[in-house]
């Protein structure tokens, strides 16, 4: 399992839905949440690792204590502006500030087959949607400003040269 970086295909496509999970599943979805972990994050999608489905792990201290796997993730509603600084493990090196709603409601499945309906703010409804961006082929520099699109675009083409 390979943690994909821009300019992979594979960042800008729709994951499907995870309609099964069964042994193989199960073992990737802990091999993400390992991923995550080496790689110092706070969230990771499916498609990041090469795997083009719809699930996220998140865990917003990257310590282990709240790591969570959520299968079919998706906002169900959203209020609030937050701007704030982000990162993605595949875009290394690029930071922006970036809007976003500061509150969502989201709903998602558990490994287990639990439905769940949650009330998110703060950084867990940036991490949220950050993670659900990446399951419809959206990265953040896609939603930040021209000026900022300027400021990085010297380190998004040498990402695309070393890809």
């Not at 309906?117 to 021209?146: C, P, S, Y």
Request: aromatic residues 4%.
């Amino acid at each position: 399992m390979k943690l994909r970086t821009y300019p992979d295909p594979i960042l800008r496509r729709r994951a499907r839905p995870l309609k099964q999970i069964g042994q193989d599943e199960r073992k990737k979805l802990h091999e993400m949440l390992e991923k995550m972990y080496e790689n110092e994050g706070i969230g990771l999608a499916g498609p990041q690792i090469g795997w083009s489905v719809r699930v996220i792990t998140v865990d917003p201290d990257g310590k282990g204590q709240r790591k969570r796997i959520f299968i079919n993730p998706q906002i169900l509603e959203s209020s609030g502006i937050a701007d704030a600084e982000e990162g993605c493990l595949s875009l290394p090196g690029i930071r922006s500030n970036v809007q976003r709603s500061d509150k969502v409601v989201v709903s998602a499945y558990t490994m287990e087959g639990e439905a769940l309906k949650l009330e998110l703010e703060g950084l867990m409804a940036r991490v949220w949607q950050h993670e659900i961006d990446h399951l419809n082929g959206i990265l953040f520099v896609d939603k930040i400003t021209t000026a900022e699109k300027l400021h990085v675009r010297e380190k998004m083409r040498s990402l695309s040269d070393s890809g």
